[in-house]
Every structure is written in C-alpha cells, then in structure tokens.
C-alpha cells in the first residue's frame, strides 16, 4: 500500500513528532553517478510505531546492497527529539534532531564502528512540491565533505535487504 503525505496513520503521532508526518511513506531517489558507474537507488520508508510515540525508518540502497533501520522518538529527559540508527555495515549512530516551522529539520549525528573514517554526519531535510530532499555531510578523518543532495519521491517499491 502506498503511502505518502498526510495520512489516517499520521494522525497518531505524538505533538512532539508531528513535523514528521509529510515525510510518513514510501520514497526513493536516484543517486547522480559518474558516468560507467552502477546505478544507485535508495528506497525508504517511514512508519509511524510504538502507539505513536516513535517514527521507524527503514531504507536499502540498490535493494540491499546496504540498509538501515532508525527509531525516532521524543526523549523526555533530554526534552528533543532524538533517535538511533542501525545499518546492515555494522555500524551505528546516535542523534538529535532540530525542527523548524517549515516542516525542514536538521539531523546531528556521531557515528561509531564506521570503517571509512566517518565519525559525524549532518543532514538537513525538507519536505517540498510533494518530495523529500535530503542534502547530508559526513565528518571523515577530520574534515567535511561538500554536501550531497538527494530528492525522492513517492514510490510503490518495498525496502529490501539481503
């Protein structure tokens, strides 16, 4: 079943995670490669979980080639938004959230077990015209790299891992 925008299940969302509700669905994005290069395609899908009081996300790049599962959820000790994220390399993270009233938010993460000199990673997101661009910097040996924009769209495929 294809899900995108506001929807029924939305509505159940805790008001601390209401901001998420556009990005609720599935989506997917076509990576810019070089020329010669193998196609890269990410698929994620975005649930409202726990009652409400949790959004999961899942996502497989190349339909499993690599994936992640994150939990995203209201601390209330920490009084933000906070979440974890687990990948099929091994390797995990750990973050916060920021929201704007746009809908946009900014995502803060630290990295541990990365084997590519990764150890934080910044992303902004903003749901706009129906899509969801994604721009993402990764903190690797000491230093940012410029950052890499992605937009996807609604899609009808299903997050895939091996």
């Not at 499993?64 to 979440?83: M, N, R």
């Amino acid at each position: 079943m294809l899900v995108y925008g506001l929807s029924a299940w939305a509505q159940g969302l805790v008001n601390e995670l209401k901001v998420f509700e556009p990005y609720l669905g599935t989506w997917q994005a076509d990576f810019p490669v070089e020329q010669g290069k193998p196609v890269m395609q990410d698929v994620s899908h975005w649930e409202r979980t726990l009652n409400g009081t949790a959004v999961r996300t899942l996502h497989s790049i190349n339909a499993g080639e690599y994936g992640g599962e994150s939990l995203i959820f209201w601390d209330k000790t920490k009084q933000q938004i906070v979440f974890y994220y687990f990948t099929t390399a091994g390797f995990y993270t750990t973050g916060t959230i920021t929201t704007s009233d746009d809908g946009s938010f900014i995502a803060y993460e630290d990295v541990a077990g990365n084997q590519d000199g990764i150890s934080k990673v910044k992303s902004s997101s903003r749901f706009v015209d129906g899509k969801l661009r994604v721009a993402t910097q990764y903190l690797k040996y000491g230093t940012w790299t410029k950052p890499e924009t992605r937009e996807y769209e609604p899609s009808n495929k299903t997050v895939k891992f091996h």
